[in-house]
């Protein structure tokens, strides 16, 4: 694939070829990450907890999201780049929701948008793809009502919830989602929703027997160190190699070995 669409992913699922999809909130990491090869590149609204240290993904604002989205954009020329919806700025009613995917899509450039949320939302996601934006769903553990659930534990351990996140799961598809991210779910409710759909499904947290896999960056190269989930695979131990690369220079120029002769005009 030379550039991913929203068909190349569905073509994926039917050759059973994993997704895989990585977050972004800036053009340096944007550009690493695309040409890494990674499919699809999420603005998440973890953005509000990795970029500005808010402890929810609340706070982010429309303004802020398209800010790191048009960075993102900038610096990517193979991977789909879907941008998360932030809260508040769809749950009021349809045409607010519609107006958040516009600002998104004409200001920053993304070619679709993420919003946690099943039947809750239907009239709002359909009200976005009639305008021609493409919509990834979001079930399972989602963080904008962390407040609801109080905890950040697995979701849909019980039936009546598991039920509710089937449904809600068909209900996205039959609405036209492109795909959908389970988070947090347990492995054997994802696989029944990933092979019950014909859209992809792409899980956090919920186990391999799904369309492909998403990861937070920064957690995936260490660089956050006080987040342990279960899910988490770490690649890199970055937190410890940037202490040490910065307590290099320091030590370098407080022993005055740093700049050197070559290192000066
Ligand atoms: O905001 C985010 O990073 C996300 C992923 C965890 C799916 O929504
Ligand atoms: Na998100």
């Known amino acids: 694939y030379k550039k991913i669409t929203t068909k190349s992913l569905t073509d994926m699922k039917n050759n059973g070829e994993k997704i895989a999809m990585l977050t972004a909130y800036d053009y340096t990491m944007a550009k690493i990450v695309d040409n890494a090869g990674i499919d699809i590149i999420l603005v998440g609204d973890s953005a509000s907890n990795v970029m500005a240290g808010h402890e929810t993904t609340l706070p982010i604002t429309l303004d802020q999201m398209i800010y790191h989205a048009s960075s993102v954009v900038r610096a990517t020329s193979r991977s789909l780049v879907v941008v998360d919806l932030p809260f508040g700025s769809y749950q009021g009613n349809s045409k607010s929701a519609l107006d958040s995917a516009i600002r998104i899509m004409k200001e920053s450039g993304g070619h679709s948008v993420k919003l946690e949320g099943g039947s809750e939302i239907a009239e709002s996601i359909s009200r976005i793809l009639t305008a021609g934006i493409p919509v990834m769903g979001h079930l399972g553990l989602t963080p904008q009502s962390i407040y609801k659930f109080g905890t950040f534990t697995v979701r849909a351990k019980e039936e009546e919830e598991a039920k509710k996140l089937l449904e809600d799961a068909k209900l996205l598809e039959d609405l036209g989602c492109f795909a959908l991210v389970l988070e947090k779910i347990p492995a054997k409710l994802a696989k029944k929703v990933a ?56 030590s370098d120029v407080k022993s005055r070995d740093f700049p050197n002769e070559n290192e000066q005009y």
């Open 195 to 250: 092979e019950s759909l014909s859209i992809p499904v792409i899980g956090i947290g919920a186990g391999n027997d799904v369309d492909g896999q998403v990861l937070v960056t920064h957690d995936m190269l260490g660089m956050t160190h006080e987040f342990h989930p279960r899910f988490l695979r770490r690649y890199l131990d970055l937190y410890s190699e940037m202490t040490g690369a910065f307590e290099g220079y320091i």
